[in-house]
């Protein structure tokens, strides 16, 4: 027995310097791309987004090779691997079965890095979720929402969904301000006070194309867009120069707009009932 054991030894030795080769190795290389990750963050000109994904992929790959070649360094291994692979046929078909789904989301993840329907920091809703892509791994896609919760959407569903990518080729936003006054308020007036209010906030861009530039159109851009059942519809076109902003500037101006609507007599209309009381007369 133990002479079985000294002569198996060098053999240990070998798969077990291999597995800690692999392990150094994967080490090393998730701490580069690591690097290579946070660097290309603190450039904006640089995408994070294949980093990210070759990491997954690079580190995924070593562990395979390695483990298989401390397997293979075994030779007693060897005799079990040779005796798997007799039924290897009908062994692929169901791990091809069983392995679909996973090799779909793989498949969908090199596309997704090929392709770049969307990039790691970029604001996507899908599917009623929203929020910041964190991470894009060998099988799912990692979204921040805006209550610092993690969304693991599987690769092959993400492909499948419809996105709205708020900094896909352009990341400026056109924010809509929507707000009703009464019939009786002045038209003008509120107009007018919307667009200063817009126009005085520090995130609002100039968002006007050539032609509008040529034309003199203003930069906030109010009209009026509906005659409602109780109010008469106002919209007006504030640019920012991302999603953030955006939110920020409206959230801002619907408060400053409000108070100068009451400090300039603009009403701006809420449900009103009508209640009705008719008394029967008596013996009727």
């Not at 352009?170 to 308020?185: A, N, T, V």
């Not at 007006?236 to 300039?264: G, H, M, P, Q, Y």
Request: glycine share 6%; aromatic share 8%; with cysteine.
């Amino acid at each position: 027995m133990e002479a079985y054991i000294l002569e198996r030894l060098p053999f240990i030795g070998a798969a077990l310097a291999i597995i800690f080769t692999t392990l150094v190795v994967a080490f090393l290389v998730n701490r580069f791309f690591k690097r290579l990750i946070r660097k290309s963050a603190e450039s904006l000109q640089n995408d994070p987004t294949t980093y990210q994904f070759l990491r997954h992929a690079i580190v995924g790959i070593i562990y395979i090779v390695g483990f298989g070649l401390a397997i293979y360094a075994l030779p007693g291994m060897r005799a079990i691997a040779s005796s798997i692979l007799a039924g290897a046929g009908i062994l692929a078909v169901a791990i091809g079965f069983a392995s679909q789904q996973a090799l779909s989301n793989v498949i969908s993840g090199v596309f997704i890095i090929i392709f770049k329907p969307f990039r790691v920091n970029d604001r996507v809703k899908l599917g009623g979720m929203s929020g910041v892509v964190e991470d894009i791994s060998l099988r799912h896609t990692v979204i921040k929402d805006l209550e610092n919760r993690r969304i693991l959407v599987p690769n092959a569903v993400i492909s499948d969904e419809i996105i709205i990518n708020s900094d896909f080729g352009d990341q400026r936003i056109c924010k809509w301000i929507d707000l009703g006054i009464s019939y009786d308020s002045d038209i003008d007036l509120a107009k007018r006070i919307i667009r200063e209010e817009i126009m005085a906030h520090p995130l609002l861009i100039d968002g006007r194309n050539a032609l509008q530039l040529e034309r003199g159109d203003p930069i906030v851009m109010v009209r009026l867009v509906a005659l409602a059942d109780s109010a008469l519809s106002l919209r007006a076109w504030a640019w920012a120069n991302n999603t953030a902003d955006a939110f920020v500037l409206s959230c801002d101006v619907l408060e400053s707009i409000k108070r100068r609507f009451d400090a300039e007599g603009i009403e701006i209309p809420f449900p009103h009932r009508t209640v009705v009381f008719k008394n029967k007369e008596e013996g009727r």
